[in-house]
């Protein structure tokens, strides 16, 4: 069996999203509530993206740094702490927002409705030892 190709996949369902309106309409992600989240790299200072599935809270988005249930946070998390400010590609929108680290009675209301929305994300918590940050992206005004 051929090496994953992760940059290709992601590319592939970039493509698909952009000619969809934001829609995953194909593969395993087909239906999925996806955005492209574009921060800063903490170190390097270089843009970085994630792919992330993602619910609505009023006007923002919001995602969870479960890293797919690893051990770790994902990287993305780290370079928000450093520069909050970020780019969301989302419902074939492009648009700067801030990124915020929920405090934790919040995160428990929001993880509540994720897991009821995406049940597969209440898994997480046990695989990776770990309370799941939620992150708020609020839109930058303009």
Excluded: C
């Excluded at 239906?31 to 492209?36: S, T």
């Excluded at 790299?41 to 619910?55: H, Q, V, W």
């Amino acid at each position: 069996m051929p090496d994953f190709d992760r940059a290709a996949f992601e590319n592939a369902l970039i493509e698909d999203m952009r000619a969809h309106g934001g829609a995953v309409t194909g593969g395993p992600m087909a239906g999925r509530p996806l955005l492209i989240l574009t921060t800063t790299g903490a170190k390097t200072g270089e843009p970085r993206r994630a792919i992330l599935a993602y619910m609505r809270d009023g006007d923002d988005y919001v995602i969870a740094g479960s890293n797919s249930g690893q051990p770790a946070d994902p990287a993305w998390l780290h370079n928000i702490a450093a520069t909050p400010e970020v780019t969301v590609e989302a419902g074939g929108r492009v648009f700067g927002a801030l990124a915020r680290v929920t405090d934790d009675d919040d995160r428990a209301v929001l993880w509540g409705r994720l897991v009821e929305a995406m049940p597969a994300f209440g898994e997480y918590p046990a695989k990776a030892g770990r309370v799941i940050p939620m992150v708020r992206l609020t839109p930058a005004a303009g």
